[in-house]
């Protein structure tokens, strides 16, 4: 009899503990009152998760209401006292929507509703390349944004976001990936399409780029700038190959027109000595108005043709012609062993012009300063062997670096055969001289296919009046110009840019 009365006991234990915590379970955690009416009080919302700028739709279907009471955070309206308010949320975040109910017999109860809006999904992507022979594969990057980090490969676990390609001719079906690389098999110009899905809401964003990826025949290849050369009697145009022999009439592929629409002839078309990349197009300085910006372009594809055979993709460059002189910026790092900065004004605004990796500065002769605008002080900077130099060129708060015109350099006292400048940024427009006038001493050197490194293929003679200079293919970018060399022995260099 005992165990059964404890046995009865226990029995009636876990019925009160089941009973308490299924009356816990009726009430709502997010109500703040003590008093809820469970039969009276319903309060409902279509949905509490959404995306930025999407509805949610409330209601109030409680019993023997009379009124109620709305707030919503971050909502728009930010109140209400309709039954059935429909509200739009604009901002990512988490919210609180708050309701009052009062009903006929004058009591109240009071709800809070939390509300997710997830940034919006806004689907975007690159391809790399966009123009390439046919039976070679695209790269394409997705860029969607709102959906967080995008695993470079989607594995099995990643299923809240469906990413969604599409290639009419080329993908029979949709490709399900973050990054896919595709192949396209033929010739032609294809639509790209990336659909990507948030499940947890539905939320829908597509990017489509129309005749995005284009394939040939026969490979092809890009340029990569054009400028014009210091002087103005010629742009240089850059391509990532070597040119092969330059067609007879490869100046009436091209076109140089002013902004009014005005034409400007390209009297003939060249290779530099300094490099088979570049073609050397020249032009009539007297036919061009300076400051006066100009568009050199190449629109028929499958005319214009390099040494591989490579088909060159059309382009369209927009040039500025500077004059056939420009403004150069008179420098002199005397002070600080070379290394202080030293303010110049270039057409009324002001630079700052820093260098570092200087050893020492020295007066030169100022005759023999390529970029000398006049008879003012200058000095020599040196550097050491197998050393960097580097340059900053930082506007004032009336200028921006768009406001340079060119940025160019020298280098003296240059390494033996052999010896390699390595520049942070394509150089193009290179002259070799020799102060003293002996053709004998001139040096001679060439450019790499990128332009980033000029190799010295004759050395001249080591001395001051021995020089190598050029101008930048694309102007300074904010980090500044880096130069390093390998030569055995220390050199200078002088750095200072033009106005536009």
Same mark, same amino acid.
Request: glycine share 10%; charged share 15%; net charge negative.
């Given at each position: ?27 709502? +955690? ?10 009276? !009080? ?82 975007? !992507? ?18 969607? +944004? ?94 990532? +190959? ?193 102060? !003293? ?64």
């Amino acid at each position: 009899m005992k165990l059964s009365l404890v046995s009865n006991l226990g029995k009636l234990f876990l019925f009160c503990l089941a009973s308490m915590a299924l009356f816990t379970a009726c009430e709502p +955690e997010d109500d703040d009152f003590f008093d809820f009416r469970p039969v009276d !009080f319903f309060i409902d919302a279509d949905n509490v998760i959404i995306d930025a700028g999407q509805s949610i739709t409330y209601e109030d279907k409680s019993n023997n209401a009379t009124s109620r009471e709305w707030t919503f955070e971050g909502g728009s309206p930010a109140t209400s006292t309709d039954v059935s308010p429909s509200v739009t949320y604009a901002e990512e975040g988490t919210f609180l929507t708050f309701v009052t109910t009062t009903f006929a017999d004058g009591s109240t109860q009071r709800r809070r509703l939390q509300v997710l809006v997830n940034p919006p999904v806004v689907a975007n !992507f690159s391809a790399n390349p966009t123009a390439l022979q046919r039976g070679n594969a695209v790269q394409f990057s997705n860029l969607t +944004e709102g959906v967080g980090a995008i695993p470079a490969v989607l594995g099995a676990a990643d299923t809240a976001i469906i990413h969604a390609w599409f290639i009419p001719g080329v993908t029979a079906d949709t490709v399900f990936a973050s990054n896919p690389s595709i192949v396209f098999p033929e010739t032609g110009l294809y639509d790209v399409s990336l659909t990507v899905t948030r499940r947890s809401t539905g939320f829908v964003s597509t990017e489509t780029k129309t005749e995005y990826i284009q394939t040939f025949d026969d490979p092809v290849t890009q340029s990569r700038s054009a400028r014009f050369n210091r002087d103005g009697s010629a742009i240089f145009l850059a391509l990532n +190959e070597p040119t092969g022999a330059i067609a007879a009439d490869l100046t009436s592929r091209l076109s140089l027109s002013a902004a009014g629409g005005s034409t400007v002839a390209i009297t003939s078309a060249e290779k530099p000595a300094w490099s088979d990349n570049v073609i050397q197009l020249n032009v009539d300085p007297s036919a061009m108005t300076a400051g006066t910006d100009y568009t050199l372009s190449f629109s028929e594809t499958g005319t214009f043709t390099v040494g591989s055979g490579s088909v060159v993709l059309p382009f369209s460059y927009g040039v500025t012609f500077l004059g056939e002189s420009q403004d150069w910026a008179l420098l002199n790092f005397a002070s600080g062993g070379g290394n202080d900065p030293v303010m110049a004004t270039l057409n009324g605004k002001s630079f700052t012009f820093d260098q570092d990796g200087v050893t020492f500065a020295a007066d030169a002769n100022v005759n023999l300063f390529i970029f000398n605008p006049g008879m003012g002080p200058l000095t020599q900077t040196y550097h050491n062997n197998a050393s960097t130099y580097s340059m900053l060129i930082t506007p004032g708060a009336d200028a921006a670096l768009s406001d340079i015109g060119d940025v160019g350099f020298e280098l003296g006292w240059l390494g033996p055969n052999g010896t390699q400048y390595t520049f942070s940024q394509p150089v193009t427009d290179l002259r070799f001289v020799n102060g !003293f006038g002996n053709p004998d001493f001139v040096p001679e050197g060439t450019l790499s296919d990128d332009g980033k490194t000029l190799t010295i293929t004759k050395q001249g003679n080591r001395n001051q009046a021995v020089r190598i200079s050029g101008i930048l293919e694309d102007g300074i970018s904010a980090t500044g110009l880096m130069i390093s060399h390998n030569a055995p022995e220390g050199g200078t260099v002088y750095v200072t840019a033009s106005g536009r």
